[in-house]
């Protein structure tokens, strides 16, 4: 497993951007798929990006899709999740994800990841 560790979560108003960071240590980063999940009060925990281990394959969840931007640089360890156009209903706490992969492959599953960090919450004010 590697250690995660999200950053970059706060309160925005609606409109705004914010850009969230997963750095890992332990092992070598570009083994890993690397998913983005969030979670609201009262809602199940759902991916809305996800990278795979070299970064030439992504995923984008419907809500998401052309507001929010999913990177890596395995040289930093580091992946990250760029938000524009932030709404309040992005609200949520969110987490990364990772799993390391034979294949070049990205990950939507919450079961198919075996390391998480501690996640970072993300308020939008209407």
């Known amino acids: 497993q590697v250690q995660l560790v999200e950053s970059g979560g706060g309160l925005v108003q609606a409109g705004g951007s914010l850009r969230l960071s997963c750095a890992a240590s332990?092992?070598?980063?570009?083994?890993?798929?690397v998913g983005w999940f969030r979670q609201a009060p009262g809602k199940e925990r759902d991916c809305v990006a996800a990278?795979?281990?070299?970064?030439?394959?992504?995923y984008y969840a419907d809500s998401v899709k052309g507001r929010f931007t999913i990177s890596r640089d395995n040289a930093k360890n580091t992946v990250y999740l760029q938000m524009n156009s932030l709404k309040p209903e992005d609200t949520a706490v969110y987490y990364c994800?990772?799993?390391?992969?034979?294949?070049?492959?990205?990950?939507?599953?919450?079961?198919?990841?075996?390391?998480w960090g501690q996640g970072t919450q993300v308020t939008v004010s209407s």
């Open positions: 994800a990772a799993s390391a992969t034979r294949w070049d492959v990205v990950l939507t599953n919450t079961p198919a990841y075996d390391s």
């Open positions: 332990g092992r070598p980063f570009s083994s890993y798929a």
């Open positions: 990278i795979s281990r070299s970064g030439g394959r992504t």
